[in-house]
């Protein structure tokens, strides 16, 4: 089932997602680097995305915070290795480092400016728990983000099949919103991508005391 494969990437299948996943996924992954960085608006120097999948958004980040250590932590080898040969120069440079894990990893790469996951929501079981590790790795004042789709406006595939996997959809942006609270994160913001009526996708975001 090509569903089961979103979460984590893994053998030809895998990697078939990964290339589709680059591909229909690239907007909204350009536009989730632009907005946190309008919202980040200082020079970071240490910056994290979670479930980094085929490096688009790996790529866009180097781009726009030039002086910026990157690190892309992903569970899946076949990601790690499609960011990899997307990203070669920034890792032979030594800008780009990618982490094979999961939210647990973040405790050795803390403490980072700005800690970022699209996509990943759905496949945390214990949201609050994973959203407090990525608070607990930023610096005070650093920006942790999450990019994601309401359920409504997910794929019909997405929407039948996720549940039954046991992953999680969310309805409203105040469900995201609760999450972010109930780990101790404050001043809370959305960003929606596209017109209320047909959004493309959202961020919610929120910078750490």
Known sequence: MIASQFGRPRGPMGRLVGRLMARSNAPFSVWVVSEIRKAYPNEASRIVELGSGPGVALQETLRLFPSAQVWGVDPSREMLSQAGKRNASAIKTGRLSLVPGDPSSLESLGPVDIVFANHVLYFWHEPV?????????????????????LKANMPSMAQIQFPRLGHILYDTEGDVEALFRDAGLRSVAHRVKGSSERPEGRLTFAVTE
Do not use: I, M
């Open 129 to 149: 728990k994973e959203l407090q590790r990525l608070a607990q790795a930023v610096r005070s004042g650093g920006l942790v983000g999450l990019g994601f789709q």
